[in-house]
């Protein structure tokens, strides 16, 4: 992405609840070089970027660099204060964070993407945006050049090597399917019974459901952002082409999954998912997004998700694109196409 051509003054942020502190102004922030990050706490994008945000700040922090997480939410759950500042917490977020609940901050950007980054220079105006995950090198690259824009004259580190073998040149992004929601406001199922907004409907099941839809089994409640289980083992299935599989799910619970008819294996795991006697599960506490497969192949996959609790919410799968590079004097999958990673790779 070019960096900005013509310099715009950076809008302020707008009012909002800071679920941590100190609280900060663009104005009150004059001086110094500003990193604005539009991130979800159940976005896989935006949790993907938070080790290279870490290192920045720890890099750059003492030498006049400020950095401001705007958590946007994406569902209603996570405009929660409390949850919010729970995942903060979780997942080491050091620097201020402005709850956005009512997008006010994020229709001061033009924003549109999570996770979206802006970097604001000493004298207040935007120089760089970058959307989606990738390109950490060019965005630290900016970092150092605004940081001696603004008179820092101590050394600057090396530009941070790859955190994870898919971010290094030459990795490969498929094209997977894309997020799919379960709500009846953008959800894709696939089910005779159809949606019914608002009501408990009994889900016979049927056909693996097309990629890029899912089906249901057992009694849910049909809600406009999630399906909720009503009845133990209530199930949904997934077909699906990627590398990882995530479901943001609340509150707290679990939920048995099965992939191709079988037990997850156990290279295809994700964070979140245990073995119990034979059999995989995920376990996961508080709202938040649960990492179901996380794998360095990238493969069509049927999942079979059973829940075994009343009031388990489902809102949204979403997937990992991109594998490590292949090794030297490997032949390239005609159908594997070079790493990239674009607006497409948040949401």
């Known amino acids: 992405m070019p960096p900005i051509s013509v310099p715009l003054r950076a809008p302020e942020l707008a009012p909002g609840v800071w679920v941590q502190g100190p609280e900060v102004s663009i104005r009150g922030l004059r001086g110094r070089v500003v990193l604005i990050d539009f991130w979800e706490s159940t976005c896989v994008n935006c949790l993907r970027t938070l080790p290279y945000l870490k290192a920045w700040h720890q890099r750059y922090g003492g030498q006049g660099l400020a950095m401001v997480g705007v958590h946007t939410p994406e569902f209603e759950m996570s405009a929660d204060p409390a949850l919010v500042a729970a995942a903060v917490q979780d997942l080491g977020v050091s620097w201020s964070v402005l709850l956005d609940a009512d997008r006010a901050t994020w229709t001061r950007f033009a924003n549109k993407y999570w996770p979206a980054l802006y970097l604001i220079d000493a004298r207040g105006y935007l120089r760089y945006e970058r959307f989606g995950e990738g390109a950490y090198g060019e965005t630290e690259d900016w970092i150092q050049k605004l940081l001696r824009e603004a008179g820092n ?36 199922l696939m089910a005779a019974e159809g949606y019914r907004p608002g009501e408990e409907v009994c889900h016979a099941g049927g ?27 209530a199930g949904l299935d997934l077909v699906c082409d990627a590398a990882g599989v995530n479901l943001v799910l609340a509150p707290d619970g679990e939920l048995e999954i099965e992939v191709d008819g079988a037990p997850v294996p156990p290279e295809e795991r994700g964070a979140d998912v245990v073995e119990r006697e034979g059999r995989t599960f995920a376990v996961w506490e508080r709202a938040r997004l649960v990492s179901l497969i996380d794998s360095d192949i990238f493969r069509r996959r049927r999942l079979a998700l059973r829940f075994p609790r009343v009031g388990t919410r489902a809102y949204a799968f979403s997937f990992q694109t991109c594998v490590r590079p292949p090794l030297p004097d490997t032949p390239d999958d005609a159908s594997q196409t070079p790493a990239r990673t674009d607006s497409s790779a948040g949401k």
């Open 153 to 188: 004259t101590e050394p600057l580190p090396e530009i941070l090597e790859p955190v994870r073998p898919e971010d290094r040149p030459g990795a490969v992004c498929h094209a997977a399917t894309r997020e799919t929601h379960l709500g009846f406001h953008r959800g894709r």
């Open 207 to 233: 056909e693996p459901p097309l990629p890029g839809m899912f089906g249901a089994r057992g009694l849910w409640l049909h809600e406009a952002e999630y399906l909720e289980s009503r009845e133990p083992g």
